[in-house]
């Protein structure tokens, strides 16, 4: 296994990591400790940064891989679905947001199936509309968690209105990659029949 297939792998195993910290979040708990919010979104940030390492490391060294083009995007998607399920839990992330970003990820995913058992087994990587959308979540994650650990429960009416409307942004994002992934790869689906 390359470096890049190793980094994305590690940003797999950073999910459950992360997921441990962001568990022990939660506004309205009279423990609340801003230290949590604070590791999570470090924990996620540097996940967040194997995303970019390893892309970049596999297209200059040549190094891109079918299992990099399954295994990258897969990694993404668990570990900004799950970061934006707890951003729902605090009321930040509305369901509809939620719901067209996994609705959107399942699609991509079955797609993704049919043309892998097409006749020529293609693998499709990400178009630009996929990176777009998955740097804009990335970046709302990363706000929330990190405000939300600097401004402490006093500040987050300053942060709430704010990594809401990035949420919303963020939906809409995800909706039109997976609008343009589905339009640019229709023959896959034409031929399932």
């Known amino acids: 296994m390359n ?11 950073l999910v459950p990591v992360f997921m441990i910290f962001v568990s022990l979040t939660q506004y309205g ?3 609340w400790n801003p230290v949590w919010y604070l590791v999570a ?8 940064f194997t995303d970019y390492l390893d892309g970049h490391l596999a297209r200059k060294w040549h190094m891109v891989t079918d299992f990099g083009k399954f295994a990258d995007p ?14 729902m839990r605090d009321g930040v992330c509305s369901p509809i947001v939620l719901a067209i970003i996994v609705t959107r990820e399942f699609a991509v995913a079955g797609l993704r199936m049919v043309a892998a058992d097409a006749k020529d087994g293609r693998v499709i990587a990400a178009n630009m ?11 709302t994650i990363l706000f929330y968690f990190f405000a939300a650990a600097l401004s402490g429960p006093a500040g987050i009416d300053g942060v709430m209105p704010i990594s809401i409307a ?15 992934y589905l339009w640019d790869n229709r023959s896959f689906i034409d031929t399932a029949k």
């Not at 470096?3 to 195993?13: D, G, V």
């Not at 979104?41 to 967040?48: E, L, Q």
């Not at 509309?129 to 970046?139: A, I, R, S």
């Open 74 to 87: 897969l990694a993404d998607k668990v570990l900004t679905t799950i970061a934006f399920l707890y951003m």
């Open 129 to 139: 509309w996929g990176k777009v959308k998955t740097v804009l979540q990335m970046l």
């Open 41 to 48: 979104a470090i924990v996620f940030a540097a996940a967040s």
């Open 3 to 13: 470096l890049p297939n190793k980094l994305t792998m590690a940003r797999i195993f």
């Open 166 to 180: 990035l949420c919303w942004l963020s939906g809409a994002a995800t909706a039109i990659s997976g609008v343009k």
């Open 29 to 31: 708990m009279p423990s």
